[in-house]
Every structure is written in structure tokens, then in C-alpha cells.
């Protein structure tokens, strides 16, 4: 039986790849960056750009396919997941990075149908670096195949999260106090590359054991949701309930019992939903 999306994503591959180079030429100019949300949130001209290149060249081969991008939310488009075939879409995932130079820049792309990841595709530019992962089909790094470590003692794991100012005081205070609960178990480390799908692509491919995060969106979450559970991950809520694509929020890990016992042991804070909250 023929598999109707592999064309969908053979295409998205390169897409990617010419999305990747802009991004790698754009870091050897002078980078331009404006302001979104906070003096925190940063949006540059390459974001917008590469967007724009990805969902044009998307669009004239897929006409009827629906979209969701960051730079297109930002500027009004809504962010509603329908049972249509939909293209997730993170131009630039780690712009702080990106204006810093950090070498963790990805771009990250998960294609949904009927609201279920039919595949995700997560380039790390930097380190070029190609994640790619299909329903029921596996994981591959540059075409190799890629599995989680498979740590199922938290005592033994390095563990990623996201640390940044929050305007709320209680949601910073509670950021910062679930860091300390987790090394405190403790763990081996806690590390914050930058990148949400980068951090769910080093799960997949056993450089972490977990990974957990409150407060990002669908198009951080997409690409890397489908290459860390086709490389043998465990994906969950924040509350070890069923992982939710719009709920702004995931574990990730190599098994289950650390997803659980992060779960168990962190506190949540309220981050609103993608389809919701705007």
C-alpha cells in the first residue's frame, strides 16, 4: 500500500535544506532583530523570511494544505489544528541563538492529518544536522537511524529544560524552583541548548534522557514530536496525562519511568493553549 504523505515530506526535505542555507548565509551578515511579545522575545528579519520561503514553495505544490507558522501567528494568522492536511511550521527554532551566534538554530516542520503527526523534520542547521522521522517508520539523523538512549533511572540522566525571565513572578519562581527539585534527585545535569526541537532531537538520539517544558508552542513541539516517539521515546503532559500538540506544554524521555517521575515531581504553572489563547 502506497504511502500518500512520503512525497509530502520528500518535499518538505528540501525545503528545508534551502530554508537551512539562508539561515547559515544569513549568519555571516549583520543580523537585524526586532521585538515581539518582550524584550526577551525576539523576531529577526531571517525568521520572517525563511517562513515565507518555506510556506510559498509548500503552497504552490500543495494549494489546499492549511498552515500554522510562528512569524504568521505573530502577525494574526490563527492557530487552530483542524483535521486538514496541515503544515506546522518553526522557521527559526532558537532565534535568541541565532542573533547570539549559539550554534543550536533549527528549523522545525511537522505535517498533521485528522490532527494526528504523519511525519516531522527538524534541521539543525548549524551542525547540519537533518532529523527526520515518519509514522511507523523510525527515526534518522543524515539518514541514520537514531534511537533514545533507553535510561530508565533518572539518578543516571542528563536532563534538558528552558530557563528564561517570565513577566509573572510566580511562574519565574516556579521555573526556577522545579530546577532545583530536578537536581536535587539528582540527576547528572541539567543542560538548555536553546532549542526546543533540538532538545527533543538530542532525546531521540540518546545525548539526553529528558527533556520538559512549559510555556512553547505547536511549532516548537511538532517536528520533534514525531522523531522522538518514531526513535522509541516516550512523550507526555506536563501532568502525565496524554501529550497534547496545542497544550503548550511536554515531557519527553527515553521511557517512561523518567517521564512519570518528572512529572510527578515538578510543579505546573498555567501557559494557556496554542487553539485558545492566541
Avoid at 30 to 52: F, G, Y
Avoid at 215 to 221: A, L, P
Avoid at 222 to 233: L, M, P, Q, R
Wanted: glycine residues 8%; proline residues 4%; hydrophobic residues 40%.
Amino acid at each position: 500500500m502506497s504511502d500518500p504523505w512520503q512525497e509530502c515530506m520528500d518535499h518538505c526535505v528540501e525545503v528545508t535544506k534551502k530554508a537551512g542555507k539562508m539561515i547559515r548565509e544569513a549568519l555571516q551578515k549583520d543580523i537585524t532583530i526586532m521585538q515581539k511579545s518582550s524584550p526577551v522575545d525576539l523576531v529577526t528579519e531571517t525568521d520572517q523570511k525563511v517562513e515565507e520561503l518555506i510556506i510559498s514553495s509548500i503552497k504552490e505544490k500543495y494549494p489546499t494544505h492549511s498552515f500554522i507558522g510562528e512569524e504568521s501567528v505573530a502577525a494574526g494568522a490563527p492557530s487552530v489544528l483542524t483535521d486538514n492536511p496541515t503544515w506546522i511550521i518553526d522557521p527559526i527554532d532558537g532565534t535568541t541563538n541565532f542573533v547570539h551566534r549559539f550554534p543550536f538554530v533549527s528549523v522545525s516542520i511537522g505535517f498533521t492529518v485528522k490532527k494526528e503527526i504523519e511525519f516531522g523534520i527538524v534541521y539543525s542547521c548549524i551542525e547540519e544536522k537533518m532529523y527526520t522521522a515518519r509514522k511507523g517508520k523510525g527515526a534518522f539523523c543524515n539518514g541514520a537511524p537514531i534511537k533514545v538512549s533507553g535510561q530508565e533511572d533518572i539518578s543516571q540522566s542528563m536532563v534538558l529544560t528552558e530557563m528564561g525571565f517570565k513577566k509573572n513572578p510566580e511562574q519565574f519562581n516556579t521555573m526556577l524552583a522545579n530546577v532545583k527539585t530536578i537536581l536535587t534527585i539528582p540527576v547528572h545535569g541539567i543542560r538548555s541548548p536553546g532549542s526546543a526541537a533540538v532538545n527533543m532531537c538530542l532525546v531521540a538520539c540518546g545525548s539526553a534522557d529528558a527533556y520538559y517544558h512549559m510555556g512553547i508552542h505547536c511549532w516548537d513541539m511538532a517536528g520533534g514530536a514525531a522523531i522522538v516517539t518514531e526513535a522509541g521515546g516516550v512523550i507526555m503532559d506536563i501532568s502525565g496525562g496524554p501529550f497534547d500538540l496545542m497544550s503548550r506544554r511536554l515531557i519527553v524521555a527515553s521511557s517512561r519511568a523518567i517521564a512519570e517521575r518528572i512529572a510527578k515531581e515538578i510543579t505546573e504553572f498555567h501557559v494557556g493553549r496554542d487553539d485558545t489563547d492566541g
